[in-house]
């Protein structure tokens, strides 16, 4: 029976939110254009993810037993045995996170401040275009995490027929040893910080200028992207640049037209001028 409570709630919400957060960051920088009105959308995601990060890694210290970095299982050599024992059949249990989904957990928290520190960057303007590399390259690399995290999942549900997914929204699992059970959920708290997180994702909106794309976050405003008056100036110099390129074209026909008409009247004049 799964009755053991090893998952508080705090841990759970952040689960889901940084799931759901991702998906819409990676969505909307995937397939909406950065000139698009709700492309600061993907902005605002990335900053709530790095917030959440930040109260996670609070969390992983003061929290509950198996929400704590020390209730990782972290040491390689669990990893590689945990890996075997997936082809072998060997249904060792893990109180908390397995090695595999500690490593993904670490990995995908680390990654996503890496994203916020380069997607920071880039609304900076420094080095642009090789941050913005290191950006998109992070991002796909957050996807594979993903994706190798969900597979894990899915093996070892079927492999060992313990459904580990259920237990991040109920927070219990079955057969645990009595001294690995944490004895609340902590639902307070878990409250607290979905209070915490929609004030932040309020405050972002609430201080969001849509016409200048900036949003005032702790006093500093930053540039979630191109205002519309740039992006109407930017437009304007496109339009002249490709203006003038079709002028020049034009001319290079018309100065070609003039050097053929030249060279024909030459050739002509040659022959007038033999046939004498």
Not at 19 to 42: M, R
Not at 118 to 144: D, Q, S
Not at 245 to 259: F, H, M, P, Y
Request: no cysteine.
């Amino acid at each position: 029976m799964r009755t053991n409570l090893v998952y508080d709630l705090p841990t759970r919400i952040f689960h889901w939110l940084f799931a759901i957060l991702f998906i819409v960051a990676f969505g909307i920088g995937t397939y909406v254009s950065d000139e698009s009105a709700s492309f600061p959308l993907h902005m605002l995601a990335g900053a709530t993810m790095a917030f959440l990060v930040l109260v996670r890694i609070v969390w992983g210290f003061i929290g509950t037993q198996h929400a704590r970095f020390s209730g990782f299982a972290l040491n390689p050599l669990d990893l590689i045995s945990y890996l075997k024992g997936i082809l072998t059949g060997d249904k060792k249990r893990w109180a908390g996170h397995n090695p595999a989904s500690s490593w993904a957990a670490l990995i995908m928290m680390i990654i996503a401040l890496a994203l916020a520190s380069t997607g920071i960057l880039m609304v900076t303007g420094y080095k642009k275009h090789i941050v913005k590399e290191i950006h998109e390259l992070l991002a796909n690399g957050f996807l594979i995490v993903v994706i190798m995290h969900i597979a894990g999942v899915i093996l070892h549900s079927v492999r060992h027929r313990d459904n580990i997914a259920l237990s991040m929204v109920d927070g219990n699992k079955a057969d645990i040893a009595e001294n690995e059970i944490i004895p609340d959920s902590k639902k307070w708290l878990g409250i607290m910080l979905l209070v915490m997180v929609f004030a932040f994702i309020g405050n972002l909106f609430g201080n969001y200028n849509s016409p200048t794309r900036t949003v005032n976050i702790f006093g500093k405003y930053v540039r979630l992207g191109e205002s519309e008056e740039h992006q109407k100036v930017r437009k304007e110099r496109k339009h002249q640049k490709k203006l003038e390129k079709a002028l020049a074209d034009k001319q290079i026909e018309i100065d070609g037209a003039i050097t053929a008409i030249d060279n024909s009247g030459d050739s002509g004049a040659s022959g007038a001028s033999g046939s004498h």
